[in-house]
């Protein structure tokens, strides 16, 4: 499975935009970005996904480098409901061998002070 | 509408004993997997079912089971339980669709602790 790279840890003040960084230069073609976030006590949160292009919704924002070997999730304004540790996911696309399986890594974990 | 539910919630078992840990995926979700998160070892993938069937395998030993039954909810077993099986059991669940493949909605965990 191809690897990816967080910081370990990362701090932002509320109200202020954090860019999370991730690396994963082994990406296939065809591999998606997954984002997940895991709150303390809680499973991990699908927070947002993509391929090529930059993604929004209504969590966070996804830039994608124009050579997919590196992507930024971007929270517009933390919030202290945003601490959690963050984790960049490369997902194989269907039919492939390892599909319905997705390799955490560390992730990074992002304080944020109020 | 209900997200995953897991039960039970917390459970204390000793060694050699075996446990059997329940998932009820959401509503119309097909695929069902599981994790085991440690301290140690972070979150590891166990395995993954889609209609009844394991469709993936992580690195784990034989003594760690599961099965999907025709509902989609899923029951992973563990046998002859080991100290080091203590851990946070998690599963989730998705939609099946080729693409974009849909991210995969978590439920809160089974916590094992073995004694």
């Known amino acids: 499975d191809a690897k990816t790279t967080q910081p370990n840890s990362m701090e932002s003040n509320e109200e202020e935009p954090v860019h999370l960084p991730c690396n994963h230069s082994t990406i296939s073609g065809t591999d998606y970005i997954h984002w997940y976030r895991q709150l303390p006590s809680q499973g991990p949160e699908y927070v947002i996904h993509?391929?090529?292009s930059n993604v929004n919704n209504r969590m966070a924002s996804l830039a994608i480098a124009e050579d997919r070997k590196s992507s930024t999730l971007i929270l517009h304004r933390a919030t202290l409901r945003d601490a959690a540790v963050y984790y960049c996911i490369l997902r194989a696309p269907a039919g492939g061998t390892s599909y319905g399986k997705l390799t955490f890594g560390q992730g990074t974990i992002l304080t944020v002070h109020p | 509408k209900a997200g995953v539910t897991q039960t039970p919630r917390y459970l204390i078992k000793t060694r050699g004993q075996q446990v059997t840990l329940s998932c009820s995926p959401i509503s119309g979700h097909r695929s069902v997997s599981w994790y085991q998160q440690t301290p140690g070892q972070g979150l590891q993938f166990l395995f993954e079912?889609?209609?009844?069937?394991?469709?993936n395998k992580g690195n784990f030993p034989g003594r760690f089971s599961g099965r999907q039954f025709s509902n989609s909810r899923s029951e992973m077993n563990v046998s002859t339980l080991e100290l080091g099986d203590s851990a946070l059991y998690l599963c989730?669940?998705?939609?099946?669709?080729?693409?974009?493949?849909?991210?995969?909605?978590f439920g809160s965990g089974t916590r094992l602790t073995v004694v």
């Open positions: 079912y889609f209609s009844e069937t394991q469709r």
């Open positions: 989730a669940s998705s939609v099946e669709r080729r693409e974009p493949p849909y991210g995969y909605t």
């Open positions: 993509g391929l090529t």
